[in-house]
């Protein structure tokens, strides 16, 4: 599901203020000898490719090799960006694991994220499932998990996925995801 432009850029305007607030009372706590708060680090730039004005783009299928005569691994993902900054949001990768044959999510979200809550995924208004985050270093937050029969379903037959996850001020931030080509693309990895 796209939206219109405008309602797009209300809505990476209002996760960007809500990762600013987050960043903001995060450096306000650890500096509190310091009357102004420090300024957060600046993320490292996103992928060219999921930079532009008019929003995400559609899922990407990758396919690499480890040698010329190595099998061919594929994986696709989607990446969601603020527009001004060119910060990754949310960046989902999916790839089948070449030992069991089975999809393999790999969530990458932003820092200042309220670890014990995790983060969620729904499509359309189906069930959510709970995903627990597993390690952060300085691009982000990152969750892996099988993806199950039923969400692949759901996401192959879905028009939305949420990706859902509260800062550290307890707010709930829902990035929606467009699932139009998801099938095309997994029907390329699998």
């Not at 987050?22 to 060219?48: E, L």
């Not at 993902?77 to 990754?88: D, F, I, P, S």
Request: hydrophobic fraction near 45%; proline fraction near 9%.
């Amino acid at each position: 599901m796209r939206f219109p432009m405008p309602m797009q850029s209300r809505l990476v305007a209002l996760v960007a203020a809500v990762l600013l607030s987050a960043s903001a009372a995060h450096a306000q706590q650890g500096a509190k000898k310091n009357a102004a708060p420090t300024p957060a680090a600046q993320p490292a730039p996103a992928p060219t490719q999921a930079d532009g004005a008019s929003g995400q783009p559609g899922w990407i299928v990758r396919c690499t090799s480890a040698s010329r005569d190595a099998p061919l691994e594929c994986a696709m993902e989607q990446n969601a960006v603020l527009t001004k900054t060119g910060q990754t949001v949310v960046l989902i990768n999916i790839r089948i694991a070449p030992d069991t044959r089975t999809p393999i999510a790999l969530l990458q979200l932003p820092l200042g994220l309220n670890l014990p809550v995790g983060a969620k995924l729904q499509v359309d208004e189906g069930k959510s499932f709970d995903l627990q985050v597993q390690t952060c270093e300085n691009r982000g937050c990152y969750a892996s998990t099988p993806v199950a029969p039923d969400l692949l379903a759901a996401l192959r037959s879905g028009k939305q996925l949420k990706v859902s996850f509260q800062n550290m001020a307890k707010e709930t931030i829902a990035i929606p995801m467009p699932l139009g080509d998801f099938a095309s693309a997994y029907d390329k990895i699998k």
